[in-house]
């Protein structure tokens, strides 16, 4: 389902939202969302999340406008959108005479519980910085690497071509075991320049400011280069001197690319940290770099605190720009906690807010109503917001001197980005998601959500995200003090609680997996609120690490999802000699199979199948002795077997029929 309706287009961008929060109770979910007039309806459209490209299907249509709830009780709920761990993405419509005049998406999840491994992130980093951050970017990859990220490093030189860099990415790419999904540029790594932005152009400038009107034409940064691995980018056809900085002139062979639109979906979630000339706050951008780091660092140790509050200004009243703040912010604060009648920087001194919106006719370095890079500088120790969103005239054009989108990272954001041209996406977060997944699906939009019409600008190639593209809603504290203790064939764990958490998971490093994932320790019961665990079923001796972490149930504007804190690790000598096995001890299911065969609660080191007069048909070593183990035996025909798995002292056989 798509809405690119010229209906939506003259709508302000209060009236073209349907803002909607999602509440979790005992007897299902309760859609909230304001009041409209007796004579509309709303319509809401229904697909399981996470599923872009996939068909919006009807939950229920004809709601009356002067509704303010939809409910889906769980005891005729058809559609398992009340389900735990269920969680669904929807679109709101409000239809008045005939034509589609508002719309409105949010997410549900009831306890949904994201996975414990996340994405493969390559740190693409500016080479100047191999020695002088190495602390810092050691300290990053550890935190990523203990919230489930698997981590790589792809360097770059500041004067290489944005070209050669590529090419270095893209071979690093596609030679990982896990494929990257996502990217995180830190530092001043080669902007990519792209389009032909003009009224004479392929594209008219997305902020308006064509030939004679401001001459912000030519090419823009496009760090989406870098994302796309498909698309044929051409440096050859375009030839565009009418913009008032040199920056921007395109010709042919200047390695500036031709392409104004992404040519093809781009495969990473891209942000990029770059404090290169940002002077108005320190001409040294190794330090700003670090002390964004540090920030981002603290943000996942639970550290800085934010009220679930958002803030809009929106000083572009007639334009539809600041729905993608209407649009997003009650997803993560729900509706009566987004306020849109405070001063930008004034309401920010008199407490903090986790979301921010503003926008006003701009410059590069101001947004009328909201302030300059200088007035970020001047608050530093008074601009609370963890997340910001900016639109308005040049500043989405983020390689130039004291940029304002980088300016509320140097002041305490984590991330901001140009929304409202087009429309951005990162409703997802509401539910455990990182930001870099809004960004991806942004850049790749043109109708599967509402891209604001707005001077033709989706899939632009100026589409980008400031900050560390892996960032997630706020984590709980970590524990701490874990300790380990081997003794009479058990490994207990101890830590100090967290702060903020409801429960603790514990999990053992999967050292057999080459992508470094991290796999349950125990398949049930491994949850527990006290702050200690005691592993009995660690049959075999060796070196062990075990991973605690803490699990917060957060409630958002979508419902409530599990969110994990970092983990901590400690690594143990387990001796296990005078452990007694049975042969009841070695579980293996299902059986009958169709050749998909599970062997759990036996350490195993390696199996072989026999048919039933004895012959043995395969023997297979495993890696390393493990106590759960799948196998793949859709080889064998349907029959009877004997199966055998071995481990050092012991053999048990068990029958096993393949169906």
Known sequence: MSFSGSALYSQVAKSQT??????????????????????????????????????????????AGNSVLFEVKSSNDIHQITKENNPYEYIFTKTENSSTTALGYTISGVKYNPPVNRKHVILLIDSSYLIVLN?????????????????????????????????????????????????????????????????????????????GSGNHTGAWPADCYYGDFEGIWTDRNVTCTTGSQTRHHNIPKDGKFDQSVIPSDVVLEIGRADFFNMSAFSNDDTLLTRQYLNRIHDWRLGKIKMEKRALIDNNFSGLNLASTGYQNLPCFVGLDSVFDDRDYFTAQKQGSYLWSYGCGAGSYTSCNGIGNTTDFVKAKDSFQNAFTIFAGSYFGDFDVKNSLLKAPLLTGSLNCFWGGIPKWYVHHMALGSNIGFGAMITMNNTTEYFNGQFNGSDRGVFISLMGDPTITLAPPQPISNLTATSTNGKVQLNWAASSNAHFYEVYLLDTSNKTGHIKNLRKKDFTSQSPNFTDDENWSSGDYEYLVCAVRLDTSGAGTYYNRSKFTSVKVNHLNSNHSLSKNTLKIYPNPSSGIVHLEGFP????????????????????????????????????????????????????????
């Open 135 to 211: 602390q810092e970017l050691d300290q990053l990859v550890e935190d990523l690497y203990f919230m489930g990220w698997q981590v790589s490093k792809v360097y770059a030189g500041r004067n290489e071509s944005a070209e050669t860099v590529k090419e270095r990415l893209k071979k690093h790419h596609y030679s990982q075991i896990k494929t990257p999904e996502t990217l995180f540029i830190i530092g001043h790594v080669p902007v990519p320049y792209s389009g032909y932005f003009s009224s004479q152009g392929t594209k008219y400038p997305p902020d308006g400011h064509a030939e």
């Open 18 to 63: 349907i803002p909607v929060e999602v509440k979790v109770n005992n007897e299902g979910l309760k859609f909230n969302f304001p009041s409209s007039s007796p004579t509309s309806t709303y319509n809401i459209f229904y697909r399981p999340l996470f599923k872009q490209g996939s068909t919006f299907n009807t939950l229920t249509t004809g709601i």
């Open 604 to 659: 195993t080191e390696k199996y072989s199948i026999s048919n039933i007069q004895g012959q043995l048909l395969k023997e297979v070593k495993v890696n390393e002795i493990v106590n759960d183990l799948e196998l793949n035996l859709e080889d064998l025909k349907p029959g009877l077997y004997w199966i055998s798995v071995c481990n050092q002292t012991q053999t048990v056989t068990k029958p096993l029929i393949i169906e």
